[in-house]
Nanobody
Framework: QVQLVESGGGVVQAGGSLRLSCAAS????????MGWYRQAPGKQRELVAR???????SYVDSVKGRFTISRGNNRNTVYLQMNKLKPEDTAVYYC??????????WGQGTQVTVSS
């Protein structure tokens, strides 16, 4: 069973930085897409960034130029470097792993709070 464990959330002032980490255990297939979603209170969960096993990345427009998604050397760890944070980035951030079979897995979520 694949499990995702996130870390790195916290409270930061606007303009600051945080780095989120997500480690997948349970021997997921190496061909997968990993991503970060977020959900703010009263809003729908949205895709923030994703990265394929080949290294292709995509971002929601609101974070382009500020956030960077990357994989670790073991390919089953994913990071989200968040710079120039804004209060509107406040949300619970969830790690996601998507397999070619379309099975997907979610982490428990980590809170990111950006104060103005």
């Amino acid at each position: 069973q694949v499990q995702l464990v996130e870390s790195g959330g916290g409270v930061v002032q606007a303009g600051g930085s945080l780095r989120l980490s997500c480690a997948a255990s349970g021997s997921p297939r190496s061909i997968n897409t990993m991503g970060w979603y977020r959900q703010a209170p009263g809003k729908q969960r949205e895709l923030v960034a994703r990265i394929t096993s080949g290294g292709s990345t995509s971002y929601v427009d609101s974070v382009k130029g500020r956030f960077t998604i990357s994989r670790g050397n073991n390919r089953n760890t994913v990071y989200l470097q968040m710079n120039k944070l804004k209060p509107e980035d406040t949300a619970v951030y969830y790690c996601n792993l998507l397999l070619p079979s379309m099975s997907d897995y979610w982490g428990q979520g980590t809170q990111v709070t950006v104060s103005s």
